[in-house]
């Protein structure tokens, strides 16, 4: 996959709020609300389910006890807003997700979302931008320890078999799913339907060390 910016050259628009970014536009991009919105519809698809079904859903390290009261959007925000990544971690951040949870059979719920989020944009960070910060960083910001966010990149990426690399058909089509979700909020006035989704690397040198987050609080996840 190329650098952010030719996937954002190539392939996107100005729907996803990825074209604006670093160009004086202030706020999170429109990608944030939108992947947001794609991930609430899945979860609540997937909960009722599972609830009306006799099958248990597969547990994996990513699940919690019980769901983070932090919302998907503030955490998606305050992951942003953090980790100063661009805007198309997110996009692949989704589609590494769509991986493990293809290849571990297990559903997307509140009790792993929050988990599976983190880990997902840190990887896509690492892999799609320049220069990010460390593990340490990414624990802090994600209400967890720096010792459970390593062992979560690690089964994450044993999972998927290391496959972090995305084609740009790909990560259009993806993009396409996300763009919809913007039609589909403007023609329904923001009420979301419930629905769900269509689709079912340890620290780096070159990664600067992660300054302390003054103020701010995320209750662990």
């Known amino acids: 996959m190329g650098t952010t910016q030719e996937l954002n050259g190539k392939a996107l628009n100005s729907k996803l709020g990825l074209l604006e970014h670093g160009n004086g536009v202030s706020g999170p991009p429109k990608v944030l609300s939108l992947l947001s919105s794609v991930l609430e519809r899945t979860i609540q698809k997937n909960e009722r389910s599972l609830k009306a079904s006799t099958k248990k859903d597969v547990v994996t390290i990513f699940h919690g006890s019980r769901a983070p009261a932090m919302t998907i959007r503030q955490y998606a925000d305050r992951i942003f807003k953090y980790s100063t990544c661009s805007p198309s971690c997110f996009v692949v951040a989704y589609i590494y997700m769509d991986r493990f949870l293809q290849t571990t059979n297990a559903h997307l719920t509140s009790l792993n979302l929050h988990r599976l989020l983190i880990t997902g944009v840190m990887l896509a960070a690492k892999f799609l931008d320049d220069e990010g910060y460390n593990n340490a960083h990414f624990a802090k910001v994600g209400g967890i320890s720096t010792k459970e966010i390593n062992e979560l990149e690690m089964k994450?990426?044993?999972?998927?078999?290391?496959?972090?690399?995305?084609?740009?058909?790909?990560?259009?089509?993806?993009?396409?799913?996300?763009?919809?979700?913007?039609?589909?909020?403007?023609?329904?006035?923001?009420s979301i339907p419930v629905s769900g989704s269509r689709h079912g690397r340890q620290n780096n040198d070159k990664f600067k060390r992660a300054p302390t987050i003054e103020g701010q609080s995320c209750t662990t996840v």
Do not use: P
């Open 156 to 190: 994450f990426l044993f999972s998927i078999d290391f496959r972090l690399h995305v084609t740009l058909e790909t990560f259009n089509k993806y993009c396409l799913e996300l763009e919809e979700e913007a039609t589909a909020k403007s023609r329904i006035g923001g």
